[in-house]
Structure formats: C-alpha cells, structure tokens
T-cell receptor, first 118, second 109 residues
Framework: GAVVSQHPSRVICKSGTSVKIECRSL??????MFWYRQFPKQSLMLMAT?????????EQGVEKDKFLINHASLTLSTLTVTSAHPEDSSFYIC??????????????FGPGTRLTVL | GQNIDQPTEMTATEGAIVQINCTYQTSGFNGLFWYQQHAGEAPTFLSY??LDGLEEKGRFSSFLSRSKGYSYLLLKELQMKDSASYLC??????????WGAGTKLIIKP
C-alpha cells in the first residue's frame, strides 16, 4: 500500500522558535496533501489543504502566516510553525491523496509529529 | 451544516462482538471511511464504503446505507489490541474528509 512518512516524529522547542515538519509520499505522487492537528482526546482538525504548485487553502481560524505550508513537489509538503508558543503544542498529522487510479479517493496518513513547545 | 455523529465511548468484552454506529449529514457524498487510531499514533485505514451494503474484511465489517445517512463498523472476536479510537469520516462533494469525533473502544478481559 501507499506509504507516507513524516519527519521529525517528535520535536521539543523553545517558545518563539520555528519548527519545520516534512511530509513525504514515498511510493506515489500526491497532488493534494492535508495537514491536521489533533489535541488530546479530540478528533482530527483539518488545518489546510495543500496542492502542488499552488497556495494552500487554510481552514477558518487557522493563521496562514503562522502555519506556512509549501508543496513544492508531488511527493513533498512542509508545514512550518513560525514563532511557536506553548498553545501550539499538539500532534500534527499529514495525509496525502493519490493522483489517479483505485486509490484516488483514499487519504494515506503519515505517522504524525508530536510538537511540544516549552 | 455538516455533521458526523458517533458514540463517545463503548466498552466490550474480549472475544465478543461490538458495533459502532455513525450517522452523517454532509454536502455531497463520495464515500465513508473508518479509521482506527491508537493513542499517540496516526489513524490507520480500516474500510471504505461508497455503495450500500456490507463490506467484510477479516474480523472487521463495515455497513453503509446512503438513504439513511448511516454506517456501522462491526468488530468480531474482539482482542485486547482492538482497544483504540475508531473514527468515522465522510468524503464530501469537494473530496474533503469530514471527521467524526471518534469512538473510544475499551476492551475488558
């Protein structure tokens, strides 16, 4: 099956610093990638939809200047949390949608990145 | 608005059968997904239904009724490792996934 990787899996940083999270589709091309955030005991919250070669579409309430998304290729999207604060501590998960074929309607999830801001 | 409803928590006994229900109201429908999520991990795909009926995959089965906006996930021969949250998600007309809050399933020996 399709594999999506995320790096790093865990990061601890100081308040005010920026953190970059990478999401890669390893064995398929993904025109669309999604970034989610999940707080403890809550469901997934979609932050933004990232399309290769174009600007990301952010959900209401998500600051696009704080959460910078770049989808430069069909296999890589990055999320940069700028000037992170403790309230940004969360579990960040990316998913990728396959381009064509039987897998088109399925999103494949990365393993997630646990961000802790001190 | 769009809405996905599923029970918050369920408890079942090892070896038994449990059914987790999901009802939905969305703008369009392009399929319903069930995911399993263990604490601290990303969701893993369990099933996808786009036509009415039952899809069976080993110990897990998923049912869909589009006219009723209803699905269930059936888990048989429960094992302790099945303790997890089960997320119901519907893909709407824009191919966006609308997520339920998840059902935490607790398995007791």
């Amino acid at each position: 099956g399709a594999v999506v990787s995320q790096h790093p899996s865990r990061v601890i940083c100081k308040s005010g610093t920026s953190v970059k999270i990478e999401c890669r589709s390893l064995d398929f091309q993904a025109t669309t990638m999604f970034w989610y955030r999940q707080f403890p005991k809550q469901s997934l919250m979609l932050m933004a939809t990232s399309n290769e070669g174009s600007k990301a579409t952010y959900e209401q309430g998500v600051e696009k200047d704080k959460f910078l998304i770049n989808h430069a290729s069909l296999t890589l999207s990055t999320l940069t949390v700028t000037s992170a604060h403790p309230e940004d501590s969360s579990f960040y998960i990316c998913s990728a949608r396959a381009v064509l074929g039987a897998d088109y309607n399925e999103q494949f999830f990365g393993p997630g990145t646990r961000l802790t801001v001190l | 608005g769009q809405n996905i409803d599923q029970p918050t928590e369920m408890t079942a006994t090892e070896g038994a059968i449990v059914q987790i229900n999901c009802t939905y109201q969305t703008s369009g429908f392009n399929g319903l997904f069930w995911y399993q999520q263990h604490a601290g991990e990303a969701p893993t795909f369990l099933s996808y239904n786009v036509l009415d009926g039952l899809e069976e995959k080993g110990r897990f089965s998923s049912f869909l009724s589009r006219s009723k906006g209803y699905s269930y996930l059936l888990l048989k021969e429960l094992q302790m490792k099945d303790s997890a949250s089960y997320l119901c998600a519907v893909m709407d007309s824009n191919y966006q996934l609308i997520w339920g809050a998840g059902t935490k399933l607790i398995i007791k020996p």
